[in-house]
């Protein structure tokens, strides 16, 4: 079995009502990647949205779950129990309110920071942060009180720009994330910022 990431989740909420709200920007990234490799995404038993995927030479998991944004982890703990995949072979792509539209950080491990989502994958890896995440930013409204509107509101034009521009420099990267070389993947994604 390959050691490298075999999985990537692209978090959010389901339906039309989130579809083009800021939380959604995981999924987004996957969608996006789904259409590139023109693989559908197609609902499963894994509680989501499901593709496999070749990724240069690399058979990669696509998937977005429909649970709810607080249940993320019952849709990754169910694919990753499947295929008994272990928390290192698992990218997750999320909103970071603690980064710029425009900007991507890849990292391992972490806490949740709060995010919801995180929180509930953690808890479905057995409490493991081993997983690799992808820190799609979103920017901070300024105030906690206003974090839940905002994350479930939509950018503004400019921010929308922004955002769509790293979700394309991650998707030209992902290539080198899947193949393990991630040192070169994290200067070239960290050394872009979109404006």
Do not use: C
Not at 49 to 75: C, D, E, F, W
Not at 165 to 183: K, M, N, Q, V
Request: aromatic letters at 6%.
């Amino acid at each position: 079995m390959s050691t490298g990431i075999q999985l990537l989740v692209g978090l959010g909420n389901p339906g039309q009502e989130y579809a083009a709200t800021r939380h959604n920007a995981g999924a987004w990234l996957v969608a996006a990647l789904a259409e590139r490799l023109q693989t559908p995404l197609k609902a499963s038993k894994f509680f989501g949205l499901h593709a496999q995927a070749m990724l240069g030479s690399q058979k990669v998991h696509l998937l977005i779950p429909t649970t709810y944004m607080n249940r993320s982890g019952q849709a990754i703990g169910a694919l990753a129990n499947f295929y008994k995949l272990a928390p290192e072979q698992i990218l997750v792509a999320h909103d970071e309110l603690d980064l710029s539209p425009g900007v991507v950080r890849l990292k391992k491990g972490g806490g949740h920071g709060g995010h919801n989502g995180l929180r509930d994958t953690i808890s479905a890896l057995g409490n493991s942060r081993d997983f690799y995440r992808l820190r799609i930013g979103i920017g901070h409204p300024g105030s906690a009180s206003q974090v839940t509107n905002y994350v479930l509101g939509k950018p503004s034009p400019d921010d929308q720009i922004r955002i769509e521009a790293a979700l394309d420099e991650t998707l030209r990267h992902l290539e080198l994330i899947f193949s393990g070389d991630h040192t070169q993947a994290m200067n070239k994604l960290h050394s872009f910022k979109a404006e």
